[in-house]
């Protein structure tokens, strides 16, 4: 039997070990030339909420210092983000008006498309991606349409696929469909082509459980549902083979780049698509995560910046390409400050 090649004899120097895995840590220079992962501030995506109206950022009390923006907000917001280093954004809208079938969220003149129109001329080198769900402007606060009580799927998808290319007509890079609806990625990779956007970008939310960690960013969004619970439409937690085949689909339907959320509770989902998928992969580190994280620190529990590092750097080394963060700000910061 062939000998391994990194296989070692012994030393013969007693009990002492011949293989010492310490040497390459004992300084800081030493362990950051064999790092095997690092978190890098350009594959952070920072969400931003954009809202109605006018006057100053507006403070989410379940979501510390990730407030709601004006529009006119976004211009300064765009050069401060692209001066700190930070490459790209993903958008989620506060709703003008709410009615059963979420009108507004296709509006052109709505507060995403002006959103986006802002960011690209003020930081055009900034990546723009844009949530399209129904959920935050819709009166019953489901992801898709409502027919008699019930989320209806095919009349959903064809609401989303309107919703994406008014995204796209404003400039964005990548739309982000979340609803999960059968069939969404399909629908609108057609609608964007059919519209003149086949250079417009899919991440897809391929596997979003239903779960418990959502609370603060529906308080930013003002999107929980009226009746009922998203159940019926989102992944059930405690299926792996079926988050894998929800991504095995949206590739098909030809997804660009796949979501996994909520990042922490989905690791091994993580690397298990790292394994199979050649697409890049993003982890949606959510509103519960980071807001827990919070108040550990605000309760003197942990260090908020050697804690924030290890939960990033384990996301990224379960096989995230990319990281939805509220830290990314933070991270941007730290990097530039050094260790």
Request: with cysteine.
């Amino acid at each position: 039997m062939p000998e391994r090649r990194n296989a070692r004899r012994p030393s013969g120097s007693g009990t002492a070990p011949a293989v010492r895995l310490r040497r390459l840590r004992r300084s800081a220079g030493l362990r950051d030339w064999v790092a095997e992962t690092g978190v890098e501030v350009r594959r952070l995506v920072y969400p931003v909420f954009v809202r109605p109206g006018s006057g100053p950022p507006e403070p989410v009390p379940s979501l510390p210092g990730i407030p709601r923006y004006a529009v006119a907000d976004v211009p300064g917001l765009a050069r401060e983000l692209e001066s700190e280093g930070l490459r790209s954004v993903l958008l989620f809208g506060v709703a003008r008006t709410k009615d059963a079938e979420g009108t507004d969220a296709s509006a052109h003149d709505g507060v995403v498309p002006e959103a986006v129109r802002a960011f690209k001329r003020a930081a055009p080198g900034l990546v723009v991606a844009t949530d399209v769900c129904l959920c935050a402007y819709t009166t019953h606060g489901h992801c898709g349409v409502v027919r008699d009580g019930a989320v209806v799927n095919d009349a959903s998808c064809e609401r989303l696929g309107e919703v994406a290319v008014a995204h796209a007509e404003s400039g964005a890079d990548v739309v982000a469909p979340s609803a999960m609806m059968d069939g969404q990625v399909a629908r609108i990779r057609a609608a964007l082509d059919a519209a003149g956007h086949e250079g417009t970008g899919i991440l897809s939310y391929a596997s979003k459980h239903a779960s418990a960690f959502y609370g603060p960013f529906r308080d930013a969004e003002g999107s929980t549902p009226s009746f009922g619970d998203r159940r019926s439409y989102q992944m059930d937690f405690r299926n792996a083979r079926e988050a894998l085949n929800e991504m095995d689909q949206d590739v098909r339907e030809g997804a660009d780049l796949l979501m996994v959320k909520p990042a922490l509770t989905s690791l091994d989902l993580l690397a298990r698509a790292r394994e199979r998928f050649l697409l890049p992969l993003a982890a949606y580190h959510v509103s519960g995560e980071y807001a827990m994280l919070k108040a550990a620190v605000a309760a003197g529990v942990v260090e908020e910046r050697p804690a924030v590092e290890e939960t990033l750097t384990a996301i990224r080394r379960a096989g995230a390409d990319l990281i939805v963060t509220y830290f990314a700000r933070d991270v941007a910061r730290w990097s530039a400050e050094g260790p």
